[in-house]
C-alpha cells in the first residue's frame, strides 16, 4: 500500500524597499490554499539595499513570528525574493554534439548539454542564484522537449540570475539566524508574472513590478523567460519629488500623492485645487492639483523610459545585430504593470501612452479576497512560482503523535 | 573552486541553530516545541491515570514482598498480619489492603503503592498517643489502651511498656462504647491540653502522672469547677522539700496558664522557710472565680489531707 502523501508547507518572504511581506501556505487539490499572512513596514532597506541588517534581521523575524503565530505552523524553510540590481541576470547556453550513429536526442544528451551550461562560470565574486529554462534548440530549431528528435546540434539556453557574494551570505544568513533554512531564491518579476499573467500572456508579454524602491520587469516570450532586469527608482522617488516640489514633509507628500496624485498629467488638472486635511482649518495648506499630477507624471515617464532604455539594451546583446522593437507583434499582451506605483492614478494610460503598448493591471489571482491587490502580486507570485518551479517534496502521512500535536496548537 | 561550486548552495552550507538568537527566537522555539511538550504531558497524564486504576484494583501477588514505613510504632508484622488477613488473603488489592489498615486506629492515614517489580510500598502516617486510660471490656479483664488528641483509642500496637508508663493516665472520665469504638466525653478539651503540653512543655509532661476529668464538666467552659485536676508523680521530685501533688488548670484559660507554668519559680516556693505542710498543689486560676475580691494567683496551697 502506498503511504498517503501530504502537501508540504511552503513559506515565501518578500523583503522589499517600503514592506516586507510573508505568507506561509498549502497546495490542496491543485489550488494553493493560505494558512498565513502577515506584513510590516521594512526597516533597513533603501531603494532595495541592506542598509542595516541588524534592524532588518528584526523586521524580519518579526514577520516570520507573526505569520508562524497566524498559521499555528512553524516555518523551518523559506522561498526568498530576489529584486533589485543586485541580483543581475544574463543568458547562457550549453551546446551539445548528437552522436551520429542514429542522430537522436536522448534524455542523456541533454542531461550533458545541461551540464554543459552550468560549466561556465559567473563573473568573478559572484554566486549563482537561480536558472531558469529557455528554449532549447535543436540545429537553431526551437522545440518544446528535445528527447526522441534527429538532429546535430543541441543547445540549452538558460536566464542565471547571480548575485554579489557577500550580499548573498548577508541575506542566507539573516534567514538561518532565525533557525530557518532558505529553500530557494525567486526572482521577484518572475513572481509577479506567476501571479498575473496567463500562459497565453507569456507569448509575448512585459512584466513590470514597480514597488517602492525599485522597478523590476521580466520580458517573456514563447512562453519564456527572454530577459530581465532592474532599475533602482520606485514608488519612493515619486514621493521624495512631490516633497521636494511642493515643500513638505515626505509623509504629507505620500499622503497626497496616494490621495490625489495620478501618473497622467492632463489640462483640466491645473484649474483644481486641493487641501490637504480638507478642513481648511488652521494648518491645512492648498495645493494645485496640476502641481503634483505633473511631478508625478514626469517620474512615472522617466521610470518607464529607463526601463524601456534598459529593456532594449537587453535585446541587443541577446540578438545582436537586429532591430527588435517592442511593439504590439513581439509582445502581444502588452504589459502587466505590478507593485504598489500600479496602484497610482491612471497608471495603466500612463504606461501605455510612455511605452505604445496595452497596458493593465496586474490583479494576482488569489483566494483570499485582501491579497488581490497589485500590490501583492510579488508575494502571492513567489507561492505560485514556488508551487511550479521547486516544490518542496511532499511528505508521507504523520503520524499519531503528530496528529495529537496539531490538538495543542495555539 | 570549479564553476558548479559557485551555486550559492554549496557555498553557504545553511547551518541553522535550533534555537535562534533573539527575544523572537526564542518565543518561536517556545511556541514551536509547546505542542510536542503538551502532548507528551497528556500521553504522561493518561499514563498516571491508567497506572493508578489499574494499580488499585489487580490484586497482590501471592508472595510478593512489601516495604514499610512508618512515622510511629506499628511493626512490619502488624502489616504482613493485616495483609494477609482474611478470606482473600494475599490476593487483596491495593484498595482492599489500604482500607484494612486504616481500620486500625492507630493508622491515621495509609499510602499503599504497587512499585514497577510488583512489590508493595506501604508508608503509615500513626496516630500520636498522648495519654493512657483502663478500659473495661464487656468481657475479661481490664485493659489499657492509649488516647490519641482526637479522641481515638487504641491497643498501642509496637510501644514498649516505658513508653506507655510515661503517658498519663486520663481518669474519673466518662465513656459510651468499648474497644475501638469507645468515646470519651471532654476529650475535645484534654485532647488537645495534652497534645500542647507533649509538643511545647515536655518537661512537665513527663512529670504528669494523670489527668482527672472529674472536675471538667461545669454547666459552662469557665464556671466553678470546670478544671483539669492533674496528678504530679512524687517520685521523680527531690526528697528535702514538700512535693507538689497536683495542678489545676482551667478548661478555658491552659493554654495561657501552660505558657505561665515555666515561668514560676515552684522549686524555690517549695523551699522558702514557712512552706510547712506536707504537700502542695499548684492552682492556676479556676478557684479564683468563687473568692471576692480575687486573691492574686497562681497559688501554692497546701494538698487537703487524705
Do not use: C
Given at each position: 500500500m502506498t503511504p498517503k502523501l501530504l502537501p508540504s508547507l511552503i513559506a515565501v518572504i518578500d523583503i522589499g524597499t517600503h514592506k516586507t511581506v510573508s505568507l506561509v501556505g498549502q497546495m490542496i487539490n491543485g489550488k494553493a490554499r493560505m494558512l498565513g499572512f502577515s506584513e510590516r513596514r521594512t526597516d533597513g532597506v533603501v531603494k532595495g539595499t541592506v542598509i542595516d541588517l541588524e534592524r532588518l534581521h528584526r523586521c524580519v523575524h518579526e514577520v516570520v513570528n507573526d505569520v508562524e503565530r497566524s498559521s499555528g505552523r512553524s516555518i523551518e524553510q523559506v522561498y526568498l525574493s530576489l529584486s533589485g540590481p543586485a541580483a543581475?541576470?544574463?543568458r547562457i547556453k550549453g551546446i551539445h554534439a548528437i552522436p551520429a550513429h542514429d542522430g537522436k536526442v536522448t534524455a542523456k544528451d541533454v542531461t550533458d548539454a545541461i551540464a554543459s551550461a552550468k560549466r561556465l562560470?559567473?563573473?568573478?565574486?559572484?554566486?549563482?542564484?537561480?536558472?531558469?529554462?529557455?528554449?532549447?534548440?535543436?540545429?537553431?530549431?526551437?522545440?518544446?522537449?528535445?528527447?526522441?528528435?534527429?538532429?546535430?546540434?543541441?543547445?540549452?539556453?538558460?536566464?542565471r540570475v547571480t548575485m554579489e557574494e557577500g550580499n548573498m551570505r548577508m541575506r542566507v544568513g539573516m534567514v538561518n539566524g532565525m533557525s530557518i533554512k532558505v529553500r530557494d531564491f525567486i526572482l521577484a518579476s518572475h513572481a509577479a508574472a506567476c501571479a498575473t499573467a496567463s500562459d497565453s500572456d507569456k507569448q509575448g508579454v512585459l512584466v513590470v513590478d514597480m514597488g517602492a524602491g525599485t522597478t523590476d520587469w521580466i520580458l517573456y516570450y514563447k512562453e519564456h523567460i527572454l530577459c530581465a532586469g532592474s532599475i533602482p527608482v520606485g514608488g519612493e522617488h515619486m514621493t521624495n519629488d512631490l516633497s521636494v516640489a511642493l515643500r513638505i514633509s515626505r509623509e504629507t507628500a505620500e499622503d497626497l500623492k496616494i490621495r490625489f496624485g495620478s501618473a497622467l498629467h492632463r489640462e483640466a488638472d491645473a484649474n483644481q485645487t486641493i487641501w490637504k486635511d480638507g478642513d481648511r482649518g488652521l494648518g491645512d495648506q492648498q495645493f494645485n492639483r496640476g502641481t503634483i499630477t505633473q511631478v508625478l507624471s514626469l517620474r512615472y515617464q522617466e521610470t518607464f523610459e529607463y526601463v524601456k532604455k534598459d529593456i532594449m539594451q537587453h535585446?541587443?546583446?541577446?540578438?545582436?545585430?537586429?532591430?527588435?522593437k517592442l511593439d504590439q507583434y513581439f509582445l502581444p499582451a502588452g504589459i502587466i504593470l505590478t507593485g504598489g506605483s500600479a496602484n497610482l492614478a491612471d497608471a495603466a494610460e500612463a504606461v501605455h501612452a510612455i511605452m505604445q503598448l496595452p497596458t493593465r493591471i496586474g490583479v494576482p489571482t488569489f483566494e483570499n479576497d485582501s491579497l488581490r491587490k497589485p500590490e501583492y502580486a510579488g508575494v502571492v507570485g513567489l507561492m505560485t512560482a514556488a508551487i511550479t518551479d521547486s516544490p518542496p517534496p511532499v511528505r508521507r502521512q504523520r503520524g499519531f503523535l503528530a496528529s495529537l500535536k496539531d490538538l495543542f496548537r495555539f | 573552486m570549479g564553476p558548479a561550486d559557485r551555486d550559492w548552495r554549496s557555498l553557504v552550507p545553511q547551518e541553522v541553530n535550533?534555537?535562534?538568537?533573539?527575544?523572537?527566537?526564542?518565543?518561536?522555539?517556545?511556541?514551536?516545541?509547546?505542542?510536542?511538550?503538551?502532548?507528551?504531558?497528556?500521553?504522561?497524564?493518561?499514563?498516571?491515570?491508567?497506572?493508578?486504576?489499574?494499580?488499585?484494583?489487580?490484586?497482590?501477588?501471592?508472595?510478593?514482598?512489601?516495604?514499610?514505613?512508618?512515622?510511629?510504632?506499628?511493626?512490619?508484622?502488624?502489616?504482613?498480619?493485616?495483609?494477609?488477613?482474611?478470606?482473600?488473603?494475599?490476593?487483596?488489592n491495593v484498595r482492599a489492603?489500604?482500607?484494612?489498615?486504616?481500620?486500625?486506629?492507630?493508622?491515621?492515614?495509609?499510602?499503599?503503592?504497587?512499585?514497577?517489580?510488583?512489590?508493595?510500598?506501604?508508608?503509615?502516617r500513626e496516630r500520636v498517643a498522648v495519654a493512657k486510660i483502663a478500659s473495661a471490656p464487656p468481657t475479661g479483664p481490664m485493659v489499657v489502651r492509649l488516647v490519641s488528641p482526637d479522641g481515638q483509642t487504641f491497643a498501642g500496637t509496637g510501644y514498649s511498656e516505658q513508653t506507655i508508663r510515661s503517658l498519663p493516665e486520663i481518669q474519673d472520665f466518662r465513656s459510651t462504647g468499648s474497644g475501638d469504638q469507645l468515646a470519651i466525653e471532654g476529650i475535645e478539651v484534654v485532647g488537645p491540653f495534652l497534645l500542647a503540653a507533649r509538643t511545647s512543655y515536655e518537661r512537665f509532661y513527663l512529670q504528669w502522672a494523670s489527668v482527672s476529668l472529674r472536675d471538667c464538666f461545669g454547666a459552662q467552659e469557665d464556671a466553678p469547677g470546670s478544671n483539669l485536676n492533674v496528678k504530679v508523680r512524687i517520685a521523680?521530685?527531690?526528697?528535702?522539700?514538700?512535693?507538689?501533688?497536683?495542678?489545676?488548670?482551667?478548661?478555658?484559660?491552659?493554654?495561657?496558664?501552660?505558657?505561665?507554668?515555666?515561668?514560676?519559680?515552684?522549686?524555690?516556693?517549695?523551699?522558702?522557710?514557712?512552706?510547712?505542710?506536707?504537700?502542695?498543689v499548684l492552682k492556676l486560676s479556676i478557684q479564683n472565680r468563687t473568692i471576692s475580691p480575687p486573691v492574686p494567683e497562681p497559688r501554692l496551697v497546701p494538698a487537703p489531707l487524705r
Open positions: 543581475e541576470g544574463e562560470e559567473p563573473p568573478a565574486g559572484r554566486a549563482t542564484l537561480l536558472y531558469m529554462r529557455q528554449p532549447t534548440t535543436i540545429d537553431g530549431r526551437a522545440v518544446a522537449n528535445p528527447v526522441g528528435m534527429a538532429g546535430k546540434r543541441l543547445e540549452v539556453h538558460f536566464w535585446l541587443e546583446q541577446l540578438f545582436p545585430g537586429h532591430a527588435v | 535550533r534555537v535562534p538568537e533573539d527575544d523572537i527566537g526564542r518565543k518561536r522555539a517556545v511556541r514551536s516545541r509547546l505542542p510536542l511538550v503538551l502532548s507528551i504531558l497528556f500521553f504522561v497524564a493518561l499514563g498516571v491515570v491508567i497506572y493508578l486504576s489499574v494499580d488499585e484494583s489487580v490484586p497482590v501477588a501471592a508472595g510478593r514482598s512489601f516495604r514499610y514505613k512508618t512515622d510511629g510504632f506499628l511493626p512490619a508484622a502488624f502489616v504482613q498480619k493485616v495483609i494477609s488477613a482474611g478470606v482473600e488473603g494475599p490476593a487483596k489492603i489500604k482500607a484494612d489498615l486504616e481500620a486500625d486506629n492507630q493508622v491515621l492515614a495509609a499510602d499503599v503503592r504497587r512499585r514497577a517489580d510488583g512489590t508493595l510500598e506501604i508508608v503509615l521523680a521530685q527531690p526528697t528535702d522539700r514538700p512535693p507538689l501533688v497536683g495542678i489545676i488548670f482551667s478548661t478555658a484559660n491552659w493554654r495561657k496558664e501552660l505558657a505561665l507554668l515555666p515561668r514560676i519559680k515552684i522549686e524555690e516556693y517549695l523551699r522558702m522557710p514557712n512552706a510547712t505542710a506536707q504537700a502542695y
